[in-house]
């Protein structure tokens, strides 16, 4: 069963980035991992720079409130640590959430976390 959600969640991903680059970002990175927890996306337009985080969900409802607020905390910290490995980025920072869901529509709520 882990794979099946493990792939499922890879999957909607790449969805999400997708439709980002649709919408004229750059994906700068995937799965970044730090010591402080893992960014789903990190993508860029413009002098904006949005840490994305990923949820694939049945339902819009379960995709959002999977996200805690101890989670939150680990989002921030690994954006803190994207900022401080990439100094050279001078930019404005957002969080959005994406819940891609099990029909195939992916929904993203810009600057909902924190």
Do not use: P
Not at 13 to 33: F, M, N, P, S, W
Not at 89 to 103: I, K, M, P, Y
């Amino acid at each position: 069963m882990r794979s099946n959600t493990y792939q499922r969640g890879l999957d909607a991903e790449a969805a999400v980035a997708t439709d980002y680059q649709r919408r004229g970002y750059t994906i700068l990175a995937t799965r970044y991992k730090s010591k402080n927890g893992e960014l789903d996306i990190v993508a860029q337009r413009g002098a904006e720079l949005v840490f994305i985080e990923v949820k694939a969900r049945a339902t819009l409802t379960a995709g959002l409130e999977a996200i805690s607020l101890k989670q939150q905390s680990r989002l921030f910290n690994a954006a803190q640590d994207y900022l401080a490995a990439n100094s050279t980025l001078e930019t404005s920072c957002r969080f959005d959430v994406a819940v891609a869901l099990s029909s195939g529509r992916v929904d993203i709520f810009e600057n909902v976390i924190l």
